[in-house]
């Protein structure tokens, strides 16, 4: 079993950058981030492979927002630049299963393991 707990969100102005931290308990093949803003689908946004180091990038936010992990603190961020009010969102960590067969993707339905979020308010 996998635990996940975000932290790092806040408010923030716009154009400005905000990292955020996800604590991984449990080992896991792959670690996504996500965001949910009210009435809107949740977006995958970025995505790494542990073992491999191997990073994925959404379209709509590469180049402005990097996921980057430090194994030695268990941990996987998610560095935000430019940031504009339409970031404003409930942001999440997420983990797959072993059963998986150590793919991910975009699509929340790819992962089993999820934090509580952390809000995220550009203005």
């Known amino acids: 079993h996998v635990q996940l707990v975000e932290s790092g969100g806040g408010a923030v102005q716009a154009g400005g950058t905000v990292t955020l931290t996800c604590t991984v308990s449990?080992?896991?093949?792959?670690v996504g981030w996500f965001r949910q803003a009210p009435g809107k689908e949740r977006e995958g946004l970025a995505h790494v492979y542990p073992a491999t180091n191997s990073i994925f990038h959404a379209d709509s936010v590469r180049g402005r927002f990097t996921i980057f992990q430090d194994i030695a603190k268990n941990s996987v961020y998610l560095r935000m630049t430019n940031l504009e009010p339409e970031d404003t969102a409930m942001y999440y960590c997420?983990?797959?299963?072993?059963?998986?067969?150590?793919?991910?993707?975009?699509?929340?339905?790819?992962?089993?393991?999820w934090g509580q979020g952390t809000q995220v308010t550009v203005s």
């Open positions: 997420a983990a797959i299963a072993p059963t998986r067969g150590g793919i991910c993707g975009y699509r929340a339905t790819f992962f089993d393991y």
């Open positions: 449990g080992r896991s093949d792959c």
